[in-house]
Nanobody, 127 residues
């Protein structure tokens, strides 16, 4: 499965932006992670197609929303009230088989469980 991310760019603090990820085949779940310069990769959000369950990292809860179109095999991360600390390279990833709920996993466990990764897309939030 190949993952193609789109979107990203430069936005002012307080603004909004969306990034999307399209998969070339069926997946069990799709997720977004991000990595800021000098920092470890961080879990952002995930969507499990079965039951359309969504999960969010603590730092983005209430500001980011992940949605999906199963027919198009695409997930979109809608980001509002962006902060300079949201600046990072955002990576799309996917699992092909059932996984535990993301809220039961540490970030490292979630990262280790992803089967495929897309190329990152840069989101820059200016102050």
């Amino acid at each position: 499965v190949q993952l193609q991310a789109s979107g990203g760019g430069l936005v002012q603090a307080g603004g909004s932006l969306s990034v999307s990820c399209a998969a070339s085949g069926r997946t069990f779940s799709m997720a977004w992670f991000r990595q800021a310069p000098g920092k470890e990769r961080e879990f952002v959000a995930a969507l499990m197609w079965s039951g359309t369950k969504t999960y969010y990292g603590g730092s983005v809860k209430g500001r980011f929303t992940i949605s999906g179109d199963n027919a198009k095999k695409t997930v979109t991360l809608h980001m509002i009230s962006l902060k300079p600390e949201d600046t990072a390279v955002y990576y799309c990833a996917a699992t092909l088989t059932p996984t535990p709920p993301y809220d039961l996993l540490t970030t490292n466990q979630a990262i280790a469980g992803m089967d495929h990764w897309g190329k990152g897309t840069l989101v820059t939030v200016s102050s």
